[in-house]
T-cell receptor
Framework: GAVVSQHPSWVICKSGTSVKIECRSL??????MFWYRQFPKQSLMLMAT?????????EQGVEKDKFLINHASLTLSTLTVTSAHPEDSSFYIC???????????FGPGTRLLVL | AQSVTQLDSQVPVFEEAPVELRCNYS??????LFWYVQYPNQGLQLLLK??????LVKGINGFEAEFNKSQTSFHLRKPSVHISDTAEYFC????????????FGAGTRLFVKA
């Protein structure tokens, strides 16, 4: 089946630094990728939708200047948390679709801890 | 707009017993329906999905779900659970006619006891 990877799997950083998370589709071309955030014991909240070669579409309440998304190729999207603060600590999950509306493959997630 | 309600936040059950995890949705348009499973510190794995056709959908690991349009429900069932089924289960919907956006329920924690 289709595989989506995320790197790193976990990261600890100091407050004020920026962190980049990569999401890759390993065996298919992803026309669209999604970034989710999940707090402990809660559901996934969609942060943004990313299409290759165009600007990401952010959900209401998500700061686009804080969560920078780049979808540079059909197999790679990156999420950069700029000037991270402890409240940004969370589990970030990406997903990718090859273009079929009903098919979405999820990455294993990246756990971010901001000290 | 769509919304998803998972009626039980936690479901404890003994091993080899049957289980049903409930999911109701609301939408003004036709939707696709999904169940995902999440093991600790991992991403989501698709259990099954309803796109069209037969309302009884069979998925992986012995799970099945039935789409009930009149009750706007998509309950997940398994006739006999194993310890390894202990995980978080998410029901989700996406709009057939719109973009790829998927809305998730709050999740149900299935805890299988020996």
């Amino acid at each position: 089946g289709a595989v989506v990877s995320q790197h790193p799997s976990w990261v600890i950083c100091k407050s004020g630094t920026s962190v980049k998370i990569e999401c890759r589709s390993l065996d298919f071309q992803a026309t669209t990728m999604f970034w989710y955030r999940q707090f402990p014991k809660q559901s996934l909240m969609l942060m943004a939708t990313s299409n290759e070669g165009s600007k990401a579409t952010y959900e209401q309440g998500v700061e686009k200047d804080k969560f920078l998304i780049n979808h540079a190729s059909l197999t790679l999207s990156t999420l950069t948390v700029t000037s991270a603060h402890p409240e940004d600590s969370s589990f970030y999950i990406c997903s990718a679709t090859p273009g079929q509306r009903e098919t979405q493959y999820f990455g294993p997630g990246t756990r971010l801890l901001v000290l | 707009a769509q919304s998803v309600t998972q009626l039980d936040s936690q479901v404890p059950v003994f091993e080899e017993a049957p289980v049903e995890l409930r999911c109701n949705y609301s939408s003004s348009v036709s939707v696709y329906l999904f169940w995902y499973v999440q093991y600790p510190n991992q991403g989501l794995q698709l259990l099954l999905k309803y796109l069209s056709g037969s309302t009884l959908v069979k998925g992986i690991n012995g799970f099945e779900a039935e789409f009930n349009k009149s009750q706007t429900s998509f309950h997940l069932r398994k006739p006999s659970v194993h310890i390894s089924d202990t995980a978080e289960y998410f029901c989700a919907v996406s709009d057939r006619g719109g973009g790829f956006k998927t809305i998730f329920g709050a999740g149900t924690r299935l805890f299988v006891k020996a």
